[in-house]
């Protein structure tokens, strides 16, 4: 080891020796910074890089199983026979639709769609872009 790597040790150690838990704080929250998600302790709640691959489906899961939910379907939407919860039958409809998750997410939809509805059968023909919307799915 050279000298100048043996003083640049000795400064380091003296930093941490100095203050060795803020030391070691600062350096997890550098790791947090570059990692993602995680909680460090007395530094609040967790914190996450936004954009990362994992966060996305993260958040894509959590809002189908929202949805699932709201819409009274199991969370694989029927589509595995092998689920233990529906046996594959657990579309829409399948169970009571959570009221409060319906109204979030359901009922804006719903409403929207009914707008459109009335706009077009009222003989509006301006083109609005949920008219076309509309349109495009009959």
Same mark, same amino acid.
């Given at each position: 080891?050279?000298?100048?790597?043996? *003083?640049?040790? @000795?400064?380091?150690?003296?930093?941490?020796?100095?203050?060795?838990?803020?030391?070691? #704080?600062?350096?997890?929250?550098?790791?947090?910074?570059?990692?993602?998600?995680?909680?460090?302790?007395?530094?609040? %709640?967790?914190? $996450?890089? %936004?954009? $990362?691959? =994992?966060?996305? +489906? @993260?958040? =894509? #899961?959590? *809002? #189908?199983?929202?949805? =699932?939910? !709201?819409?009274? !379907?199991?969370?694989?939407?029927?589509?595995?026979?092998? /689920?233990?919860? /529906?046996?594959?039958?657990?579309?829409?409809?399948?169970?009571?639709?959570?009221? +409060?998750?319906?109204?979030?997410?359901?009922? %804006? &939809?719903?409403? *929207?769609?009914? +707008?459109? =509805?009335?706009?077009? $059968? !009222?003989?509006? $023909? @301006?083109?609005?872009?949920? @008219?076309?919307?509309? &349109?495009?799915? +009959?």
């Amino acid at each position: 080891m050279s000298g100048n790597e043996l *003083r640049d040790l @000795e400064s380091l150690l003296t930093s941490v020796l100095a203050d060795p838990s803020g030391f070691g #704080q600062r350096l997890v929250e550098q790791v947090v910074d570059r990692l993602g998600t995680v909680s460090v302790p007395g530094t609040g %709640p967790p914190r $996450t890089v %936004p954009g $990362t691959l =994992a966060d996305e +489906q @993260e958040e =894509a #899961q959590d *809002r #189908q199983i929202l949805l =699932a939910a !709201a819409l009274g !379907a199991c969370e694989c939407w029927g589509s595995d026979p092998e /689920c233990r919860s /529906c046996g594959g039958d657990g579309m829409s409809g399948w169970h009571v639709p959570d009221a +409060q998750l319906y109204e979030e997410f359901v009922t %804006p &939809a719903i409403s *929207r769609l009914a +707008q459109a =509805a009335r706009r077009h $059968t !009222a003989g509006t $023909t @301006e083109g609005t872009d949920d @008219e076309h919307h509309l &349109a495009g799915q +009959q």
